[in-house]
Protein backbone atom coordinates (compact mmCIF):
# COMPACT_ATOMS: atom_id res chain seq x y z
CA UNK A 1 0.00 0.00 0.00
CA UNK A 2 1.23 3.11 -0.93
CA UNK A 3 1.66 5.43 2.24
CA UNK A 4 -0.88 8.61 1.65
CA UNK A 5 1.31 10.82 3.68
CA UNK A 6 2.96 12.04 0.89
CA UNK A 7 3.21 15.81 0.74
CA UNK A 8 3.17 18.08 -1.71
CA UNK A 9 5.68 20.62 -3.63
CA UNK A 10 5.03 24.07 -5.38
CA UNK A 11 7.12 26.21 -7.77
CA UNK A 12 5.96 29.61 -5.84
CA UNK A 13 5.82 32.25 -7.97
CA UNK A 14 5.60 35.37 -5.84
CA UNK A 15 8.10 36.71 -3.49
CA UNK A 16 7.46 39.37 -0.71
CA UNK A 17 9.71 41.86 -2.87
CA UNK A 18 6.69 41.71 -5.47
CA UNK A 19 4.28 42.80 -2.39
CA UNK A 20 6.19 45.77 -1.16
CA UNK A 21 6.48 47.19 -4.62
CA UNK A 22 2.56 47.14 -5.01
CA UNK A 23 2.42 49.36 -1.77
CA UNK A 24 5.04 51.97 -2.82
CA UNK A 25 3.59 51.79 -5.60
CA UNK A 26 -0.01 53.01 -4.18
CA UNK A 27 1.70 56.45 -3.46
CA UNK A 28 4.61 57.18 -5.93
CA UNK A 29 4.96 57.14 -9.58
CA UNK A 30 7.34 53.58 -10.67
CA UNK A 31 9.98 53.91 -13.79
CA UNK A 32 8.95 50.93 -16.26
CA UNK A 33 10.63 47.85 -15.11
CA UNK A 34 13.49 46.83 -17.39
CA UNK A 35 12.39 43.36 -19.59
CA UNK A 36 14.37 40.48 -18.19
CA UNK A 37 14.94 36.96 -19.34
CA UNK A 38 12.90 35.39 -16.72
CA UNK A 39 9.65 37.99 -18.25
CA UNK A 40 10.33 36.05 -21.62
CA UNK A 41 10.28 32.16 -20.13
CA UNK A 42 6.77 30.23 -21.44
CA UNK A 43 4.00 30.44 -19.42
CA UNK A 44 4.90 26.97 -17.95
CA UNK A 45 7.65 28.12 -16.46
CA UNK A 46 5.78 30.52 -14.47
CA UNK A 47 2.89 28.24 -13.21
CA UNK A 48 2.71 26.90 -10.37
CA UNK A 49 2.69 22.77 -10.16
CA UNK A 50 1.79 20.55 -7.39
CA UNK A 51 2.54 16.77 -6.54
CA UNK A 52 -0.39 14.99 -6.89
CA UNK A 53 -1.10 13.01 -3.58
CA UNK A 54 -0.20 9.23 -3.91
CA UNK A 55 -2.86 6.86 -2.69
CA UNK A 56 -3.48 3.35 -2.03
CA UNK A 57 -4.13 1.17 -5.47
CA UNK A 58 -6.67 -1.06 -3.38
CA UNK A 59 -7.54 -4.56 -4.30
CA UNK A 60 -8.94 -4.31 -7.95
CA UNK A 61 -6.41 -3.68 -9.96
CA UNK A 62 -5.77 -6.23 -13.03
CA UNK A 63 -2.92 -6.16 -15.69
CA UNK A 64 -2.85 -6.89 -18.66
CA UNK A 65 -5.93 -4.28 -19.42
CA UNK A 66 -7.04 -2.85 -23.18
CA UNK A 67 -5.19 0.61 -24.28
CA UNK A 68 -8.65 2.58 -25.52
CA UNK A 69 -10.21 5.90 -24.92
CA UNK A 70 -13.50 4.21 -24.65
CA UNK A 71 -13.96 2.11 -21.50
CA UNK A 72 -17.46 1.62 -20.69
CA UNK A 73 -18.21 -0.78 -23.05
CA UNK A 74 -22.11 -1.90 -22.11
CA UNK A 75 -22.70 -0.08 -19.00
CA UNK A 76 -25.68 2.06 -18.73
CA UNK A 77 -24.79 5.10 -16.53
CA UNK A 78 -24.34 9.05 -16.69
CA UNK A 79 -21.61 10.10 -19.42
CA UNK A 80 -17.97 10.84 -18.01
CA UNK A 81 -15.92 11.91 -20.35
CA UNK A 82 -12.09 12.48 -18.66
CA UNK A 83 -9.31 15.10 -20.03
CA UNK A 84 -6.38 14.49 -17.25
CA UNK A 85 -3.24 16.32 -18.33
CA UNK A 86 0.17 14.69 -16.97
CA UNK A 87 2.98 16.88 -15.88
CA UNK A 88 6.62 16.96 -14.38
CA UNK A 89 5.57 18.43 -11.10
CA UNK A 90 9.03 20.37 -10.97
CA UNK A 91 9.34 21.73 -14.43
CA UNK A 92 5.40 21.67 -15.48
CA UNK A 93 6.82 20.17 -18.85
CA UNK A 94 4.17 17.90 -20.04
CA UNK A 95 4.70 13.94 -20.32
CA UNK A 96 4.61 13.24 -23.97
CA UNK A 97 3.71 8.82 -24.73
CA UNK A 98 2.74 8.47 -20.98
CA UNK A 99 0.04 5.66 -19.90
CA UNK A 100 -2.47 7.03 -18.10
CA UNK A 101 -4.95 4.05 -16.46
CA UNK A 102 -8.02 4.06 -15.39
CA UNK A 103 -10.28 1.42 -13.66
CA UNK A 104 -13.38 1.96 -11.15
CA UNK A 105 -16.90 0.03 -10.62
CA UNK A 106 -20.53 0.48 -12.08
CA UNK A 107 -23.38 1.73 -11.10
CA UNK A 108 -23.75 -0.85 -8.64
CA UNK A 109 -20.46 -0.78 -7.27
CA UNK A 110 -18.87 -4.11 -8.87
CA UNK A 111 -15.56 -3.92 -10.91
CA UNK A 112 -15.17 -6.34 -13.56
CA UNK A 113 -13.35 -9.17 -12.34
CA UNK A 114 -14.63 -9.19 -9.25
CA UNK A 115 -18.47 -9.50 -9.32
CA UNK A 116 -20.53 -9.98 -6.41
CA UNK A 117 -18.25 -7.87 -3.73
CA UNK A 118 -20.96 -5.21 -3.56
CA UNK A 119 -23.69 -7.29 -3.32
CA UNK A 120 -24.78 -7.81 -6.65
CA UNK A 121 -25.19 -10.22 -9.44
CA UNK A 122 -24.62 -9.48 -13.61
CA UNK A 123 -22.30 -10.26 -15.96
CA UNK A 124 -19.01 -10.12 -15.36
CA UNK A 125 -16.19 -9.83 -18.49
CA UNK A 126 -13.47 -9.06 -16.52
CA UNK A 127 -12.85 -5.56 -18.72
CA UNK A 128 -15.70 -3.26 -18.41
CA UNK A 129 -14.66 0.40 -16.96
CA UNK A 130 -10.85 -0.04 -17.10
CA UNK A 131 -8.70 0.68 -19.47
CA UNK A 132 -5.84 3.24 -20.29
CA UNK A 133 -4.27 5.57 -22.91
CA UNK A 134 -1.55 7.11 -23.82
CA UNK A 135 -0.83 11.18 -23.90
CA UNK A 136 0.03 13.14 -26.92
CA UNK A 137 2.66 16.14 -27.07
CA UNK A 138 0.39 17.85 -24.83
CA UNK A 139 0.52 15.90 -22.00
CA UNK A 140 -3.40 15.31 -22.34
CA UNK A 141 -5.21 11.59 -21.99
CA UNK A 142 -8.56 11.97 -22.62
CA UNK A 143 -11.34 8.45 -21.58
CA UNK A 144 -14.78 8.02 -22.13
CA UNK A 145 -16.64 6.09 -19.22
CA UNK A 146 -20.00 6.35 -17.02
CA UNK A 147 -20.22 8.36 -13.63
CA UNK A 148 -18.98 5.78 -10.91
CA UNK A 149 -21.04 4.44 -8.78
CA UNK A 150 -20.37 3.22 -4.77
CA UNK A 151 -19.54 0.14 -2.62
CA UNK A 152 -19.39 -0.59 1.18
CA UNK A 153 -17.20 2.08 2.78
CA UNK A 154 -15.31 4.42 -0.02
CA UNK A 155 -17.04 7.25 -1.29
CA UNK A 156 -17.24 7.58 -5.18
CA UNK A 157 -13.97 7.50 -6.81
CA UNK A 158 -12.20 6.30 -9.69
CA UNK A 159 -8.30 4.30 -9.39
CA UNK A 160 -5.84 6.04 -11.78
CA UNK A 161 -1.98 4.61 -12.18
CA UNK A 162 0.13 6.70 -14.86
CA UNK A 163 3.34 4.64 -16.27
CA UNK A 164 5.83 5.52 -18.90
CA UNK A 165 7.99 3.19 -21.56
CA UNK A 166 5.56 0.99 -21.62
CA UNK A 167 5.06 -1.51 -24.69
CA UNK A 168 2.14 -1.84 -26.35
CA UNK A 169 1.26 -5.82 -27.36
CA UNK A 170 -0.52 -7.25 -30.41
CA UNK A 171 -3.68 -7.95 -28.35
CA UNK A 172 -4.09 -4.62 -27.62
CA UNK A 173 -3.06 -4.28 -24.02
CA UNK A 174 0.73 -3.05 -22.54
CA UNK A 175 3.74 -4.26 -20.74
CA UNK A 176 6.77 -3.37 -19.17
CA UNK A 177 7.56 0.49 -18.60
CA UNK A 178 8.05 2.30 -15.12
CA UNK A 179 4.79 3.53 -12.88
CA UNK A 180 5.31 7.07 -11.49
CA UNK A 181 2.27 7.60 -10.26
CA UNK A 182 -0.81 5.35 -8.49
CA UNK A 183 -3.76 7.82 -7.17
CA UNK A 184 -7.38 8.10 -7.27
CA UNK A 185 -9.77 10.57 -8.73
CA UNK A 186 -12.85 12.34 -6.70
CA UNK A 187 -16.13 13.60 -7.33
CA UNK A 188 -17.83 16.69 -6.07
CA UNK A 189 -20.88 15.68 -3.21
CA UNK A 190 -23.00 17.77 -4.51
CA UNK A 191 -23.21 16.24 -8.21
CA UNK A 192 -22.64 13.28 -6.83
CA UNK A 193 -26.02 13.56 -4.56
CA UNK A 194 -27.80 13.83 -7.88
CA UNK A 195 -26.19 11.27 -9.69
CA UNK A 196 -27.30 8.76 -6.98
CA UNK A 197 -30.57 9.72 -7.00
CA UNK A 198 -30.92 8.76 -11.24
CA UNK A 199 -32.21 5.38 -11.19
CA UNK A 200 -29.79 3.05 -12.44
CA UNK A 201 -27.31 4.39 -9.42
CA UNK A 202 -30.43 4.67 -6.86
CA UNK A 203 -30.52 0.12 -7.48
CA UNK A 204 -27.41 0.06 -5.93
CA UNK A 205 -28.38 -1.16 -2.18
CA UNK A 206 -25.37 -0.31 -0.58
CA UNK A 207 -25.16 3.15 1.78
CA UNK A 208 -23.49 5.55 0.09
CA UNK A 209 -20.00 6.91 1.95
CA UNK A 210 -20.20 10.64 0.93
CA UNK A 211 -16.83 12.65 0.57
CA UNK A 212 -16.68 14.21 3.76
CA UNK A 213 -17.00 10.50 5.60
CA UNK A 214 -14.21 8.74 3.26
CA UNK A 215 -10.88 7.24 4.95
CA UNK A 216 -9.12 7.67 2.17
CA UNK A 217 -9.87 11.85 0.83
CA UNK A 218 -7.91 13.87 2.85
CA UNK A 219 -9.97 17.27 1.73
CA UNK A 220 -6.87 18.43 -0.13
CA UNK A 221 -8.46 19.42 -3.21
CA UNK A 222 -7.04 19.18 -6.46
CA UNK A 223 -3.74 18.41 -5.62
CA UNK A 224 -5.19 15.05 -3.73
CA UNK A 225 -7.35 14.08 -7.68
CA UNK A 226 -10.73 16.09 -7.01
CA UNK A 227 -11.87 16.54 -10.65
CA UNK A 228 -13.15 19.96 -12.01
CA UNK A 229 -16.90 18.68 -13.17
CA UNK A 230 -18.81 20.38 -16.14
CA UNK A 231 -22.06 19.75 -16.99
CA UNK A 232 -22.62 18.06 -20.36
CA UNK A 233 -26.19 19.66 -20.94
CA UNK A 234 -28.82 20.93 -18.74
CA UNK A 235 -29.62 17.72 -17.22
CA UNK A 236 -28.17 15.62 -14.55
CA UNK A 237 -28.13 12.37 -17.49
CA UNK A 238 -26.46 14.38 -19.47
CA UNK A 239 -23.26 13.57 -18.34
CA UNK A 240 -20.25 15.53 -16.61
CA UNK A 241 -16.72 16.52 -18.24
CA UNK A 242 -13.99 15.81 -15.62
CA UNK A 243 -10.50 17.55 -15.92
CA UNK A 244 -7.17 17.70 -13.78
CA UNK A 245 -4.30 18.25 -14.03
CA UNK A 246 -1.36 14.94 -12.63
CA UNK A 247 1.99 16.82 -11.57
CA UNK A 248 3.91 13.42 -10.99
CA UNK A 249 7.61 12.52 -10.14
CA UNK A 250 9.61 11.79 -13.00
CA UNK A 251 12.91 11.24 -11.27
Known sequence: MTDTSIGRRTVLIA????????????????APAPTTAADQQPAAAAA?????????????????????ADIHEDKTGIPLKLTLTVVDDDTC???DSALVEIWHCDALGEYSGFVGGNGHNEPDNGRF?????????????KITSVYPGWYRGRCIHIHIKVHTDVTLTSDGSFEGGQELH???????????????AVPVYAANTV??????????????????????????????????????TLGVETS
Open 48 to 68: VCTLTKEMTEGPYYLDGQLVR
Open 207 to 244: PRTTLAQDGIYDDGGAASGLLTLTALGSSTTDGYAGSL
Open 182 to 196: TGQLFFDEAITTRVA
Open 93 to 95: APL
Open 15 to 30: TGATAATLAVGATLPE
Open 129 to 141: LRGGVLTGADGVA
